[in-house]
Each structure stands twice: as structure tokens, then as C-alpha cells.
């Protein structure tokens, strides 16, 4: 069963090579990719997720304003009333020193797990395998260790 993921860059960042190469990863590692570009709100991820029934929502930020673009989204993403994983990822907060406490705050805020910019793409992956597998069902969890 393929699992499908929301990718995207969130609020009004035009940086694209970094999506554009986590994509071909995802897509390569067997992920159903819905890349929703540059640009995009808060609204669009939360209606890319619900349409395509998606186990999890990636969202990266380059230009430094994640902070602002990201207040209220999981408040989004619990009244649409989808359970998925989340990720973010880039460079997060403008003048950024200390990555853990820029990691902490968006923890705070609801996301699985926080990645830095240089954040190698198949860290992320094998973080992503590991995320899903531990919310996927005990049958299904029978059916991959019976397969495997």
C-alpha cells in the first residue's frame, strides 16, 4: 500500500530546488508525492491532505518567517479532522542560532518532527518510514511482518 505525503512551501516563500529534490527522494523511496508547489497556505495543505487521503503533510520554509506562516495550522489540521503526521523543515527563523530551541518552538506547535536545512533528504525518509509505521495499525503491522 503506497502512502501518500503533502509537500509543499508554506506562506509566501518562492524557494523551490529544496521540495523539488525532497520529491524525487519520496517518490524514489516508493511515497505517493502531491507537491503543491511554492507558496502555498495553510488552507491548501490542509485541503491537499483531506482529498488525497494523505498519512502525512511535510512542509519546508526557506526565507526565515516559518514562525508566522505556521501559527494556527495544526489548529487547521484538527478541524478538518485529519489525523497525519507532520513534518517541517529549511531555515525556519530569520537569524537562527540555535536550532534546538527553533526545533523546540515548532514542536510546541504541533509538528512531529523539525529538520534544519541541511538535513540530508534520507534522513528525513527514514525518519518519515519510521513515523508511519508506528501509527499504522496492529494488522497492518502482522501483514509487513508476515510479508517480510
Same mark, same amino acid.
Do not use: W
Given at each position: 500500500?503506497t &502512502?501518500?505525503?503533502?509537500l509543499?512551501?508554506?506562506g509566501?516563500? =518562492?524557494h523551490?530546488?529544496?521540495?523539488t529534490? +525532497?520529491?524525487?527522494?519520496? !517518490?524514489a $523511496? #516508493?511515497f @505517493?508525492?502531491?507537491n503543491?508547489?511554492?507558496?502555498? /497556505? &495553510?488552507e491548501e495543505?490542509?485541503?491537499a491532505a /483531506?482529498a488525497n487521503?494523505?498519512?502525512a503533510v +511535510?512542509?519546508s *520554509? ?5 514562525k508566522?506562516?505556521?501559527?494556527g495550522?495544526?489548529?487547521?489540521? $484538527?478541524?478538518a ?7 517541517? #523543515? #529549511?531555515?525556519? =527563523?530569520? #537569524?537562527?542560532?540555535?536550532?534546538e530551541?527553533?526545533?523546540?518552538f515548532?514542536r510546541e +506547535? ?9 538535513? @540530508?533528504?534520507e534522513?528525513?525518509? !527514514? $525518519? +518519515?518510514?519510521?513515523?508511519?509505521d508506528?501509527? *499504522?495499525?496492529?494488522s497492518e503491522?502482522e501483514?509487513?511482518?508476515?510479508s $517480510?
Open positions: 500500500m &502512502q501518500t505525503v503533502i509543499g512551501v508554506i509566501s516563500d =518562492a523551490v530546488v529544496g521540495i529534490i +525532497l520529491e524525487q527522494a519520496l !517518490e $523511496a #516508493g @505517493d508525492v502531491v503543491l508547489g511554492v507558496q502555498t /497556505s &495553510q495543505f490542509v485541503e /483531506s487521503d494523505a498519512e +511535510l512542509v *520554509s526557506l526565507y526565515g518567517h516559518a508566522q506562516d505556521c501559527e495550522f495544526h489548529q487547521r489540521i $484538527a478541524d479532522d485529519l489525523d497525519v503526521t507532520t513534518y517541517i #523543515g #529549511g531555515n525556519l =527563523a530569520v #537569524g537562527q542560532d540555535d536550532f530551541e527553533t526545533r523546540k515548532f +506547535l504541533g509538528f512531529d518532527r523539525v529538520f534544519d536545512s541541511e538535513t @540530508d533528504p534522513d528525513a525518509i !527514514e $525518519a +518519515l518510514r519510521a513515523d508511519l508506528m501509527r *499504522s495499525t496492529e503491522q501483514s509487513q511482518t508476515v $517480510a
